[in-house]
Structure formats: C-alpha cells, structure tokens
C-alpha cells in the first residue's frame, strides 16, 4: 500500500511516466492540454478559524481548471480581525493597545501534477492529485492601531517615561497593497464522487508593501499570514467540488 | 481492481488527514515578545584637539543637561542618550554644557522615521526608531556623524557622535628679543623698551617694557591672509628714542583635521632684518608653525 503511494510520488517528482508499454495515456486521446474538468472549492480552515474566534472572520475560495497534467489556478478571500490588549495581562494592562484590519486577497498561478493515476497510465489531473505551483499574490488593506507611547527614560524609581510623557496615538493606513509569490504543493483526493478533499502547504515570499504610509506593519496581511515576517509558511485546507469537462 | 482503488485512494487520504493534524499544530500563533526598540538614541560626545599631525581625544568630560522645549527640568544625559519623543518623527532638545566655568546651549533638531507593529496579542504593540538624521545648523558643535541609523537597546555602536574641536593653530607669530649677557661687560645693562608694533594693525602689540641684560621679551604678533609679510618695530628709549625693524615671511593655508572644521594654517617662511635693523643682530627659525604649543617661532637677538 505505501509502496504504491511512494511510486505514485516519486514517478511524478522525477517525471518519469509509469505508463505500461500496453496502456495508452488517456490524455493522448483528449489532447495534453484539453480542459477536462473544473474545481471550486473553499478554505475549510479559515471557516473553522471564522467560527472560533468571534474577532476574525476570513473566508477564501478557489476555483481551477484542469488542463490535462495542469490547473490554471484562481483564489480569492477576505478577512477582517480586531485584537485588543488583555487586560488581565500585567505587562498589556500598562500598554493597552487595539488593532484593526480588513481587506482582501488574490492569487493567481499553476499546478502541475506529480501523481500518475491509479492504472500509472496518466498524470490528467482531474483526480487524484499530488501538485506542485507557483503563485503571484496581492492583497490590500487598510489597517489601524491604538496605543500608547512608552519612553524608556527611567526616573529615579525605575519608572519609564520620565522625559517624554505617556500619550495615546492611533496610527492608520487606509490603503496599504502587499505583493508576494508563492510555492505550493499539496494533494487533491476524491471523498465521494465529485467532492474532494486537498491542502496545500504554501511557502510566501518576496514581500513587498505598495504604497499608504509604511509606518505602520500589518499585523497579518489577509491570505499572507503575519505582515512583520519577510517569509511565511502556511497550511490551506479545501473542499473541492469539481465539474467534469471531458472523461 | 476494485480493491486496488480503494486502497489507492485511502492511503491518499491517509496521508492527507495527518498532514491536516500536523497543519493544525502548525499554525498556532506563537508569540515572541522580545523586542530591542527604545526611543533613546545613544550619543557621545567627543572632545578633540585640532592639531597639525593628529587630532588627538581629550579626557576631560563636559557636564551635560538636556531639556526638551516648554520644560525647564533638565535632565542628566550621561549615560544614556537622546530621548526621542514617541510621539512624532522630530525632536527638538537643548543641550546645555559647561566647558571652563562657560555655560553653552545648543538647540539640536532630530529627524527620524517610526515604524508601530503589533507584535502579538499578548506582547503588545511595538514603536521602531530608524533613518535618524540630524539638523546641527543652531549649534556649536563641530561635527555630528550619524553612526547607527537606527535606534535599538542592544546596537553594537552608538547612534550619534558628536565632536566639539578645540583648536590649537592660530596666527599669531611669537617673536622673542635676547639680550645676551656681555660677559666682558661687569655693569648689566638694561633696554627700556617704549613699545613694539607692526606693519598689521594700528594697536601697539606691547608698551612700556624692559629687556634686562641676559633675559628676553616675547611679543605676540597677529597676522593676517591677505598679507605674506608683517614688519616688526621695536621703539626703545635709549640716549636718544630708537626704532629697528624687522621683516616676517609666512604663508597661509588651510588645514582640516577629521571631524573638526578647517582652520587656516600660517607658516614662518624667512625673517630678516629691516631698513634700520640698528641693534637687531643674528635671527634664527625656532617652530615654522604658529600654534598655540610653539611659544616662540622667532628669535632675534640684541647687541
């Protein structure tokens, strides 16, 4: 069973083509690059995380079309989060802050299939799917922080802002872009029919902010992850339900 | 076949769902709370002696006050730094020293960028100093160099350094008369000398002296750039009122030692003796330099 699974991945990363000397590729009948199916699907995870935590709500979607081995790949998603200082947290309850973000997000990019089909005699992706892409992403958002100033100038009792006194600032941007790339892999697997089950595992990088006022770093940029961080490593997980093309 | 499939597709998910799980894990937030931001800009003063050659550092320490404007209670500099205001991207600080019993105050204008962050939920926000230039132009100072841009609590070298120069060339010519003992002569003699003046200026560089057998007078003559020469006069009051001359070549240049401003540079080329030269006998080079550590650049002696 594991010996099947490993060959299944290890033909598709080195490209070799599992194909019996009988058996003919499915796609040479269809064409290589013939649209065979198409998949919408939604972030099974960004619900969970909508429904469990009341200050965030992030819904992401995707939609692809299979080209024979590849998918042309399309997401989309918005999000929104508030965090405020915890009060019963001494170190916050000196330095309370509150924090806001809404925008939204958008990907573009293709896969390619690693995974042959059960028979070995083709890697059609329009089941199951071991993958590999790329991605262009951009966000925008518009941000805003609550806090407080601290001066570290002690006074004699060791107490901070002894020259500059405490004031409370609200820094914003109302419009503030990110760009960055991506590379994915992950698997696609049929649950019943036409639903699939996948992940993806997606290294971002090469981030850059777009224009607003740079002061002030995005907690998280929405479909990026944490916006202080220059790479980030994230996990999707999709309900597919895909739309056969050709057979 | 059909047995085939099913264990095809469960080891697919199989694997998917553990990767789930291990994804679960992954994705937590974790919180690093350490940060090394500080709004106080470290500094140090530097006190330099401008001098040909090197420009060496002094010891002493002036004592510093900073105030900030509107406030009038001051605050003790040593040993932390600027205290940059939280609250906008430009500080305006007082700077008050005091060098030899002299009070100075500065007024110096700093100009940086602030970058806030949310750190984490439970770490709180953070306020980044960074891109700090400075506006020297109300004060005294000789030099600023902006070492370390950005403000951090744990920065290998410093933000600010400031220098504040003390200069030692000047452009005066010290010019000594010796009135050498007269070993055959058993009565000391005495020169009463009414004054001495130049060719540069109207005042009378010395008046009413003596120059006693075996000793000597040294008189400080001021030049300037837009002459190469400066003739000296001694007025003695002998039997009858004696002037002798003598004239002075120098040349002007600039110099500049690192992180001081330039100063001009006089150098002793050639003295000879003048029209009525009278008693004025041998002159000899002593320092071509006129600085403040060369007590005589001239000597000429009186029969």
């Not at chain 1, 991945?9 to 690059?33: H, P």
């Not at chain 1, 919408?40 to 080209?67: C, E, H, K, M, W």
């Amino acid at each position: 069973m594991r010996k099947l699974l490993l060959s299944n991945v290890l033909a598709g990363i080195l490209g070799l083509t599992l194909v019996n000397a009988q058996a003919v590729d499915s796609l040479d009948e269809v064409g290589k690059y013939e649209p065979l199916a198409l998949h919408v699907g939604v972030s099974v995870n960004n619900i969970i995380r909508t429904v469990l935590r009341p200050d965030d709500t992030n819904y992401s979607f995707q939609a692809d079309v299979v080209l024979g081995r590849y998918l042309m790949v399309a997401e989309y998603g918005w999000a929104e989060l508030s965090r405020a200082s915890d009060l019963e947290s001494i170190d916050i309850a000196e330095n309370p802050f509150q924090y806001s973000s809404r925008g939204s997000f958008f990907r573009i990019g293709p896969d390619v299939n690693l995974l042959t089909n059960q028979a070995k005699t083709s890697f059609r992706a329009d089941e199951d799917i071991i993958f590999f892409g790329l991605r262009f992403a951009r966000a925008q958002l518009s941000h805003d922080l609550t806090f407080v100033t601290r001066d570290d100038i002690t006074d004699t009792n060791g107490n901070n802002n002894a020259f500059w006194p405490q004031q409370q600032l609200m820094a914003q941007n109302n419009s503030q872009a990110a760009i960055w790339f991506e590379m994915t892999a992950g698997m696609k697997v049929q649950l019943y029919r036409n639903i699939f089950l996948g992940y993806n595992l997606r290294f971002k990088f090469a981030r850059n902010f777009l224009g607003g006022d740079p002061s002030l770093v995005p907690y998280e940029i929405p479909g990026y992850g944490f916006g202080s961080q220059d790479e980030q490593f994230r996990f999707d997980y999709y309900l597919f339900y895909r739309i056969p093309i050709k057979r | 076949m059909k047995h085939n499939a099913f264990w095809y597709r469960k080891n697919h998910l199989g694997v998917l769902i553990a990767l789930i799980f291990f994804g679960l894990a992954a994705c937590e937030e974790e919180a690093d709370c350490t940060t090394d931001s500080t709004n106080v800009a470290s500094v140090e003063f530097t006190k330099l002696i401008s001098n040909e050659g090197s420009n060496s550092e002094e010891d002493i320490a002036d004592d510093i006050l900073i105030f900030k404007p509107g406030n009038d209670t001051p605050f003790q500099l040593t040993p932390t730094g600027f205290p940059l205001d939280p609250a906008s991207n430009s500080t305006t600080l007082y700077i008050f020293r005091e060098i030899d019993n002299t009070s100075t105050i500065d007024t110096i204008v700093l100009n940086y960028q602030r970058e806030q962050t949310l750190i984490s939920p439970d770490c709180g926000p953070d306020q980044r100093f960074f891109g700090i230039s400075i506006d020297t132009s109300q004060t005294t100072f000789d030099s600023v160099w902006v070492r370390n841009a950005e403000v951090a609590s744990v920065a290998e070298t410093v933000n600010l350094r400031i220098f504040t120069c003390r200069y030692e060339m000047t452009n005066v010519f010290q010019l000594r008369f010796n009135y050498p003992q007269d070993e055959d002569d058993e009565v000391t003699d005495t020169i009463f000398v009414r004054r001495v003046y130049s060719s540069i200026g109207k005042e009378d560089l010395l008046q009413n002296d003596t120059i006693p057998e075996g000793g000597g007078l040294t008189v400080a003559v001021p030049v300037t750039m837009d002459s190469q020469k400066v003739q000296v006069f001694l007025e003695t009051e002998e039997e009858n009122s004696m002037t002798y001359d003598l004239e002075a070549f120098y040349q002007q240049d600039t110099f500049q030692a690192a992180h001081c401003l330039a100063q001009d540079r006089y150098r002793l080329d050639s003295v000879r003796l003048g029209i009525n030269p009278g008693r004025l006998d041998t002159i000899a080079i002593e320092n071509e330099t006129f600085n403040l550590n060369n007590p005589i650049n001239a000597e000429v002696t009186i029969e």
